[in-house]
């Protein structure tokens, strides 16, 4: 768990995503070895990048960029979904920063079997012998550290799915849920046309943004998780088409 200090540090990065440490040193009134402490525990924690002087954070494709953006309304997703899984289920991840949160509480608190199309997830829990993880197969995106392509869509094939969570770049009533990446939609889409039970779980503000495709529409899921502060609109949009809308 974060202290108030780092929490501000993410939120001060979430706005510029670049700070000095003797920025932050005067902003929060410590010594810069205090920040410099900080900064290396949310390094370790996968939730900046730490550079000359200071530390980063970018909103791109990386995951281990994405984690820190909005770090406090993903966890607390994270964790109000994890009680959606029971004891000695198996589920399937898709990718997506709040995704990764979501597997780190699950893991810790609960003996669950978890299947991922992201390396970077999987990846985790490499020191967690316990962990029950399936990897399935495909071409290897670099950034994302997704797995996409026809050999993932066939390993899909072969296991049945009960309950889905997937990550979304955007959504707007006109467009559905929408990712920026052509790959990774096209394997989003396949998991939730064969899913029993779909969550989408991403912090709300992702909602009211455009990306460039399509995976769904609210009719083709059952669940959303986000935040209490989505707009009354959504929230008045969604439980008109009979979604289970969790807010946090």
């Not at 959606?84 to 780190?104: C, D, K, Q, W, Y």
């Not at 899921?221 to 935040?227: G, L, V």
């Amino acid at each position: 768990m974060l202290n108030k200090r780092q929490t501000i540090i993410l939120e001060i990065l979430g706005k510029n995503n670049k700070t000095a440490v003797s920025e932050l040193s005067e902003k929060l009134n410590v010594s810069s070895v205090t920040i410099r402490q900080d900064l290396n525990f949310l390094e370790a924690e996968g939730l900046l990048k730490r550079v000359h002087g200071g530390a980063v954070l970018k909103d791109a494709d990386d995951l281990v960029n994405r984690l820190g953006v909005n770090y406090e309304k993903k966890l607390r997703i994270a964790r109000k979904v994890s009680s959606f899984v029971n004891e000695g289920e198996t589920i399937l991840i898709e990718s997506g920063s709040v995704n990764v949160l979501l597997a780190r509480e699950l893991l810790k608190n609960k003996k669950v079997t978890i299947i991922t199309t992201n390396v970077y997830i999987a990846r985790q829990f490499r020191k967690n012998e316990q962990a029950n993880i399936v990897i399935l197969g495909g071409i290897y995106q670099h950034e994302s550290e997704t797995l996409v392509g026809k050999i993932t869509k066939t390993c899909i094939d072969q296991i049945n799915i009960n309950k889905a969570f997937i990550g979304i770049d955007g959504y707007t009533t006109d467009n559905g849920f929408m990712l920026r990446d052509l790959f990774r939609a096209e394997i989003s889409t396949y998991i939730i046309q064969k899913a029993q039970d779909v969550f989408i779980v991403s912090d709300s503000t992702k909602f009211g943004k455009e990306e460039l495709t399509n995976i769904c529409y609210p009719t083709d899921i059952q669940h959303i998780a986000t935040n209490d502060d989505l707009s009354i609109q959504f929230q008045n949009e969604f439980r008109k088409t009979g979604i289970d809308l969790i807010l946090t």
